[in-house]
């Protein structure tokens, strides 16, 4: 993650690239409080988001040897990365 973007008024944002690898977790997405996946992006969606510095991403779960198993949609927050 050695993009970023920046919000007028806000802090700067890494941006996921495909490839990238990052904890799930109740921080980086609601979605996943009190668990944790290991996973690697596949791509981030073009899909926009109305809450600022959230976006949707295209991920793989991984396994304790990282490989893929299982492709997921999720909705992060990206600043929750830095």
Same mark, same amino acid.
């Given at each position: @993650?050695?993009?970023?973007?920046? #919000?007028?008024?806000?802090? $700067?944002?890494?941006?996921? &690239?495909?490839? *990238? $690898?990052? @904890? #799930?977790?109740?921080? %980086? =997405? %609601?979605?996943?409080?009190?668990?944790?996946?290991? %996973?690697? !992006?596949? &791509? @981030? =969606?073009? /899909?926009? =988001?109305? !809450?600022?510095?959230?976006?949707?991403?295209? %991920?793989? !779960? #991984? *396994?304790?040897?990282?490989?893929? $198993?299982? /492709?997921?949609? !999720?909705?992060?927050?990206?600043?929750? #990365?830095?």
């Amino acid at each position: @993650m050695n993009t970023a973007l920046a #919000l007028p008024g806000r802090e $700067t944002l890494p941006l996921l &690239k495909p490839g *990238d $690898t990052f @904890m #799930l977790d109740g921080q %980086v =997405s %609601v979605q996943f409080a009190g668990r944790r996946l290991p %996973v690697r !992006v596949i &791509k @981030m =969606s073009a /899909r926009r =988001s109305s !809450v600022a510095g959230w976006g949707w991403a295209e %991920v793989y !779960v #991984l *396994d304790n040897r990282g490989n893929a $198993t299982e /492709r997921r949609e !999720v909705f992060i927050n990206l600043a929750a #990365l830095n």
